[in-house]
């Protein structure tokens, strides 16, 4: 079994100016590689607690990558640290000077002194190519344990892990076997209902494993599978996928980097349809997730923000007595608005949001009462009433996401 | 002196299905009230791991902070691992426990009983309260140790540590107005040349810093002045912030956490004008941020998102010929979008954005390529041309921007 750590250096992340993206990065890479991660540290620039970083490491971990601390300044002192903890000299690698010493020339910068720092590797270490910047890489295992040291800036360590670190890592841990993940992502149903409904499964998982997330009013279930052979792995995901589909199937609506925009996009491509919206508390976030998709011209008309009811008036056409007697916040309102959007904007398919997306309530209703009209050519419209929690800005993305959900099946079962 | 170290728990951490963005944001926040932050941790759902780490953390910090590990699945053990090593009992806050049933109350849900554990606190520990989701956070010292509980997800987790958990530290460390800060932002200007336009200002710091950052097409510079005296560290910050705004006050529109959108908003209120959108290439973006402001509605009359060249002529009053000849992406369209939807909403301002976004040209015209309109009641139609660059979310974002920061320069030049 490999276990990592990954120890990112850098007194940046320790005051927040960037988040630390390189530990995502690579654990996304490692779990690929079947390499368990168990711990993330991030450290400052400073010599004595990243050796206790490192000493830490040492009991937990027979794989830790470093990331940052590889370049010219005095504040740069991985190389140095680990040179001292581990008893090895830092050497200077000729090539890595020499292309150092050619990016001054072709840049046409006087190389300063401390420049040749960047060239120095621990003694005996495999060096990894920076294609991207100056200071290289390097991977060296010393008493069972293996250590990579990469560079801080994301855009020269990714390519390096991704072309030298990751197959040094599988020839020195000889990794053959097979990962493989698959994303279902889900919309309608809470996490710990969805987990109550799997309880047993997630329960039992081993290969797969089972991992659910909550993110934004979707829950998303990760199942990775292990196999010497991938055809196997990817039969044991299925057969997972197959029996959690039978119990919350209806509440599944894609894969991986699939969205609800882009799931809706892709069905109202496939019938040749287009799509209007009345937004009133969404405000034009409905029509603005759906044109992020590059492509969305082919199946997005356009629409109207109807904040006011002047404008659900006038532009709408909602009569002012039915705003008056039943009000914006309304079934018949959410029917009008869909149904007269489809037609004014010449769509298949018109959708309509009303509600109240707080902090106050409107029209004597709590915020999160929502209604989401869809009116579709040549079929009875339909209205659907939410009543959603959460602050304005959830309760308006889960409106629009609803939007998505609701249209997805209207037109799943219509099909 | 206050040294902390921040603990993520969570599994998703670790495969790098998100980024450790609670880390990020609670560093700047400690920074701001004067604690040092000198490791971060990342562990997984795993109680002997989880154990491990806050050992280690005793031994190095007086502030041990923990995000995530708080729902109500079995995944979810911070609270009991800390229980079991302080020995301190969890026991249910009523408080809390009538929150959570009132939240499945309210949305309809049949309440599962393992949602009973979100309301266990640790016995003698300060409640943080949970406003945006259901799990309450808590803080209590031992031993000389300050252990803060906060959720994982940073919707919930934000605003309870800003609301409760940094006056909780400001109160158990004594921590008085000994760091003062303040964020100028920019619009407009890029990061490189501001810097170069206050090389030797920023070359100079000391007390206050200058750090500058980029995000989003907008350049922040925080400020962060010491002093024993509150007062004082006031003035060092309105000192440097004359110098600078010397330098380049035309493109700082606001401080702290205004936005062109809160600022736009605010300069409307204030001359009680409202504003209507005619969005194409923005799809609904501009609109969508105005109204995420609570109380948008005093000022935000609506308007259309005009995506097809059908919708620009049908809705919108655009001549077919004007669209065939200059096309859709040009000065007169903006001008009559912009003309047009603030007539048809009866409104005192109306903008308009229409442009290429990419990935593909269009009419002949790069991406990037875009109008801005903008008409005032009893003033003349203006139009703003931009070439930006960058990818499709970076020009619909910078274009909405834009927006914003044309019409905000209009009504300063007005006043």
């Not at 040492?58 to 990331?67: E, G, H, K, M, P």
């Not at 008893?87 to 890595?96: F, I, K, M, P, Q």
């Not at 294609?131 to 040291?149: K, N, Q, R, S």
């Not at 197959?242 to 699939?258: F, K, M, S």
Request: with cysteine.
């Amino acid at each position: 079994m490999v276990n990592a750590e990954i120890i990112a250096v850098g007194s940046e992340l320790l005051l927040g100016q960037i988040a630390n993206t390189n530990a995502q990065f690579l654990s996304q890479q490692l779990a690929g590689l079947g390499i368990n991660v168990y711990f993330h540290t991030v450290v400052g620039d400073n010599a004595g607690r990243l050796e206790q970083a490192v000493k830490t490491a040492q009991t937990r971990a027979n794989l830790i990558i470093f990331t940052g601390g590889l370049g010219p300044t005095k504040d740069d002192l991985t190389k140095e640290t680990i040179s001292r903890l581990l008893g090895r000299r830092l050497v200077t690698d000729e090539e890595a000077l020499r292309a150092i010493e050619a990016f001054f020339a072709r840049t046409n910068r006087p190389m300063t002194e401390n420049n040749k720092k960047q060239a120095l590797i621990l003694e005996g270490a495999a060096v990894l190519k920076n294609e991207h910047g100056m200071a290289p890489g390097m991977a060296l295992t010393v008493d069972g344990i293996t250590y990579m040291l990469l560079p801080g800036p994301p855009k020269e360590m990714q390519p390096m892990f991704t072309k030298y670190g990751a197959p040094f890592l599988r020839g020195v841990f000889s990794l053959s076997g097979r990962i493989e993940s698959r994303v279902l992502r889900f919309f309608g149903i809470g996490e710990s209902a969805l987990e109550t409904a799997l309880a047993d499964l997630i329960d039992a998982q081993s290969n797969p494993t089972i991992a659910p997330l909550a993110n934004d009013g979707e829950v998303t279930l990760r199942l990775t599978a292990k196999h010497q052979d991938q055809a196997e792995a990817k039969r044991l995901l299925d057969e997972a996928e197959a029996a959690i589909l039978t119990r919350v199937g209806r509440y599944c609506y894609g894969y991986n980097d699939e969205t609800l925009f882009t799931k809706t996009l892709e069905r109202l491509k496939e019938r040749g349809w287009t799509i209007a919206a009345a937004e009133s508390l969404t405000g034009g976030l409905f029509l603005e997730q759906l044109t992020a998709v590059p492509g969305a011209s082919a199946a997005v008309s356009g629409g109207v923000v109807c904040y006011t009811n002047g404008v659900k008036e006038h532009l709408l056409g909602v009569p002012r007595p039915l705003l008056e007697t039943n009000g914006a916040v309304s079934e018949p309102c959410a029917r009008l608005l869909a149904e007269n959007v489809r037609t004014m904007c010449d769509a298949d398919v018109g959708i309509s949001f009303t509600g109240v997306a707080g902090p106050d309530p409107l029209e004597g209703h709590p915020p999160g009462t929502v209604y989401v009209g869809i009116a579709i050519r040549g079929r009875d419209t339909t209205v659907h009433r939410l009543a959603l929690s959460g602050t304005r800005d959830a309760i308006r993305t889960r409106t629009a996401k609803y939007g998505c959900f609701f249209l997805l099946e209207t037109l799943a079962a219509g099909r």
